[in-house]
């Protein structure tokens, strides 16, 4: 009764509020339709590469042939990216460089969500901010057409917001019926209010002390650095000349007969791979980098202000049993005021994002403190019964939010909510700020400026409804036919098929004969995971040119798990050693840095000073019964393990481990990196696995289970675990 009187009252409080925005959210759906009737292209467009990619070397070939571009992109982003999909796609000559790789930087290290921003619809109401409310209808419309133009990598879900005051909801749910209201036509699925039993039976884990109900509204998500990959590839097969690791070293300027004054007209760029450098001439050169945007513009001049202030969000990846398949979780006011997102994705869990400020760098790093906020916050709202740990961190890693001021405002101090166009008096045309979400609609203006501003001529954009890479023939049941055709496992074939869509096919037709009965053909680069070697064959026709590239970008194993992603590592080197024809010397450098990446940027180095930064504390029986355990692997009391100490032990209970892997399993423990664990090291992680710092240990699961079938003298198989960062 008291759920069905708060229902009521919901209804009453909210229906005024909702009643107040309903006029000005139809208006202003009317006047976007006299722009965009449907979500679709306004015509069809003809590809110049249907079929094969060109390759990147015919691309650096395009790039320095080619007489004069009508538009040089600078920034392979999902904002750099889109520009350059609206510019080619308007029949203008194109060209994309990107320093790094495509979605290198923020554009793969976001929510992985497409949305409009409940948030933001707040303060549009509660200040009476039209230019926010704005900010928020075309987000939804963006949002809309993003899942229509890529269906294979994008997807509606369920987010449940908990309520645990009984005031609250009326007031969550009048905000939230106002945000489908402002999508309008486009609104994914209605919002729905939920009982406590409900609420209960579709997130399990939820923290049942004084939850009165839940309200479940509807966004996207997406596979981030896949769809900005997506975005640029299809650039390039309607014929934008696009390389990565292509950096602008500076920009090209000539005098303008008219006027006297100097104008931008190209840039200097060095092939990274090879150091060559070359000029590339255009018309117009766009500033899309992000983060990176005040360099370039100082590149312009030198003297100039800077507008981008950057801000760090870090994110965790924990197992995915800490949350339902296919229901996320918003927690609208953190203990500081943040809000934090905590979503299934790629059949784990991700939790974020802080805010926090930064320096911009190419190579941002989780801090533990940001790691430790996000943990304590999943624990305000989780049961008891779940135990949140720190070891159970799979992977974290931080983006740089490039927030601007807007120099064209009275107030240069002011963060702009919005994106901003500028242009300089040489002709620089900069794109700064904005949101994932919206990099189409940010693309689009961005080339009408660039056109007026540069007094160029042009088709209208053509980007709405424009099929990206892979989304055209997809199909919510191709992966059948990928059982079927080629005698893929099924996890393999649903992940191909929403990886890459309609050219999943391709990946299959490279995929290397198993040997097996089931199946057929798919490879796995790790056990856990479905990531297959053919997809490392495939990824340098998508332009991959570094192991980082496989397992950062072309997969997603880096932001998975990085444990997975080491072990997976020294097979994709060699993969791509033969496809790229790299010397001993080179696969070498390969490994290490992209061992660098993982330890660094992914949260490696975090879960070393775990163990590093533990102090023992173990009761006296304790530390008897762990030297029990490490004395039956170091039979002569030298005080360390060796790899040879744990082969003989394994050898004795018929358990085999190849020698790689055991070197692998005890440098994840040898903190002084001295080839052995000493007794102290161990006693380390096993306080440090008791206090729930590092969980998964393969180490610790080894040496247990190995005791055990020393005492039982049964062999058995060893699990083997993910482990944590």
């Not at 339709?33 to 650096?60: G, I, N, Y």
């Not at 060209?95 to 290290?109: C, H, M, N, Q, Y």
């Not at 926010?132 to 369920?158: C, F, G």
């Not at 309008?184 to 049942?208: D, I, N, R």
């Amino acid at each position: 009764m008291a759920f069905r009187r708060a229902a009521k009252r919901t209804i009453l409080l909210g229906g005024g509020a909702v009643a107040a925005i309903y006029g000005v959210s139809q208006l202003s759906a009317y006047k976007k339709q006299t722009q965009h009737m449907f979500v679709d292209a306004a015509e069809p467009l003809k590809l110049l590469h249907p079929d094969e990619l060109p390759s990147r070397e015919s691309q650096l070939c395009a790039l320095q042939n080619t007489k004069e571009f009508d538009v040089l992109v600078v920034g392979g982003g999902a904002t750099g990216s889109g520009c350059a999909l609206d510019a080619v796609t308007r029949n203008l000559k194109t060209a994309l460089v990107e320093r790094d790789d495509f979605s290198s930087g923020t554009s793969s290290r976001s929510t992985k969500l497409i949305h409009g921003g409940v948030r933001y619809l707040q303060k549009a109401i509660m200040k009476l901010d039209y230019e926010q409310y704005m900010m928020v209808k075309e987000a939804l419309h963006e949002r809309s057409n993003l899942l229509d133009i890529a269906p294979h990598l994008s997807a509606p879900l369920p987010i449940m917001l908990p309520v645990y005051k009984w005031w609250q909801l009326p007031y969550y749910w009048a905000g939230i019926k106002m945000y489908d209201l402002v999508a309008g036509g486009q609104c994914l699925k209605s919002s729905y209010v939920l009982s406590k039993a409900k609420a209960l039976e579709l997130f399990p884990m939820l923290k049942k002390d004084k939850l009165v109900g839940a309200i479940v509204y509807y966004d996207g998500q997406h596979n981030d650095a896949r769809m900005n990959l997506a975005i640029a590839l299809t650039a390039a097969r309607y014929g934008a000349a696009t390389a990565n690791y292509t950096e602008v070293v500076r920009l090209l300027k000539k005098t303008d007969p008219e006027t006297g004054t100097e104008r931008v007209c190209g840039a200097r760029c060095k092939d990274v791979i090879t150091g060559k450098e070359f000029d590339v001439r255009a018309k117009c050169v766009i500033n899309a980098t992000g983060p990176f945007t005040d360099s370039v513009r100082k590149m312009d001049d030198e003297k100039i202000s800077n507008i981008c202030q950057p801000s760090a969000g870090v994110h965790i990846v924990i197992p995915g049993y800490y949350s339902p398949d296919n229901m996320g979780l918003l927690d609208p006011s953190t203990s500081d005021g943040r809000v934090i997102f905590f979503l299934p994705w790629e059949k784990m869990t991700i939790a974020g994002t802080t805010d926090s400020p930064t320096d911009v760098t190419p190579h941002p790093m989780p801090r533990e403190e940001d790691v430790n906020f996000i943990l304590n916050e999943i624990r305000n709202y989780l049961s008891p019964d779940v135990e949140v740990r720190r070891g159970d961190v799979l992977a974290a890693w931080s983006g740089i939010r490039p927030l601007v001021t807007d120099p064209n405002s009275k107030d240069t101090q002011s963060i702009c909510r919005n994106h901003i166009v500028n242009i300089s008096e040489s002709g620089l045309v900069t794109i700064a700020g904005g949101k994932w979400t919206t990099y189409r609609a940010m693309a689009e203006e961005t080339l009408d400026s660039a056109m007026k501003a540069h007094k160029m001529k042009s088709s209208k954009c053509n980007t709405v409804g424009l099929m990206l890479e892979g989304g055209k023939d997809w199909t919510p049941t191709l992966y059948i036919r990928l059982v079927q055709d080629y005698g893929l496992e099924m996890e393999v074939a649903q992940h191909l098929a929403s990886t890459y869509g309609d050219k999943a096919f391709d990946v299959a037709k490279l995929a290397k004969v198993t040997g097996k009965r089931w199946p057929v053909v798919g490879k796995r680069l790790v056990s856990e995971f479905p990531y297959i070697e053919s997809e490392v064959q495939y990824a340098v026709k998508e332009y991959a040119c570094t192991a980082i590239d496989i397992i950062a970008r072309r997969t997603r194993l880096g932001f998975l798990n990085v444990q997975a992603a080491e072990e997976a590592l020294p097979r994709i080197v060699e993969i791509m050693g033969k496809e790229l024809k790299w010397s001993e010397q080179k696969k070498k450098e390969e490994l290490e840095a992209a061992k660098q990446f993982l330890y660094y940027e992914m949260g490696s180095k975090t879960r070393s000073e775990q163990l590093t930064n533990t102090e023992i504390n173990l009761t006296p029986a304790d530390v008897d019964r762990y030297k029990n355990r490490f004395h039956k692997f170091d039979k002569q009391k030298k005080g360390f393990i060796t790899v040879v100490d744990v082969k003989h032990v394994l050898e004795s209970i018929s358990v085999q481990i190849d020698e790689n892997t055991l070197h692998d399993i005890l440098n994840e423990v040898d903190l002084n990196k001295n080839g052995q664990v000493e007794f102290n090291e161990f006693l380390q992680l096993m306080s440090a696995v008791q206090k729930g710092r590092v969980s998964g240990s393969r180490f610790a699961m080894l040496m247990k289970t190995a005791e055990e079938n020393l005492d039982e003298r049964d062999a058995v198989s060893v699990d083997r675990s993910g482990g944590g960062v």
